[in-house]
């Protein structure tokens, strides 16, 4: 089966972050750890972008109870892996390289990031596979 196309708004993702970071939450919940993230939102905006997010399929809720808890349906490394996926096909004609050696001559990486990636390229060098994304 083909990769699902992870389309969002950037304030859908912001909300969707929001339930990633907390789990399963109320609405309320939501807005304030966004709001303890310096976001702004109103309670009825936070509620639309939720509502929306069901819609599409990107969260579902338990209505079972007077506040309704929502949850994420996708987990953040699978909408990642999508939209990386996209950006790199649109910007670099599907060459993941040269995105690897633009985050890692701009310094982004950790240490810990870099010691990874030299694994994964040694192990790619032995002709290993990767299997964290089954290529």
């Known amino acids: 089966m083909g990769e699902r196309q992870y389309e969002l708004a950037a304030a859908e993702l912001e909300v969707l972050r929001a339930l990633w970071d907390l789990g399963p939450g109320t609405v309320r919940e939501v807005l304030d750890h966004l709001h303890s ?76 990031e870099l010691g990874e990636l030299q694994q994964l390229i040694e192990k790619l060098d032995s002709g290993g596979r990767n299997e964290s994304t089954g290529d």
């Open 37 to 112: 993230r310096g976001r702004k939102l109103a309670y009825t905006t936070v509620l639309t972008f939720l509502t929306r997010l069901e819609h599409k399929g990107f969260v579902t809720s338990d209505k079972s109870n007077l506040a309704y808890v929502y949850k994420p349906r996708v987990t953040r490394d699978r909408v990642g892996r999508s939209r990386l996926k996209s950006l790199v096909s649109e910007l670099y004609e599907g060459a993941a390289g040269p995105v690897v050696m633009h985050l890692v001559r701009s310094g982004r990486l950790t240490a810990e």
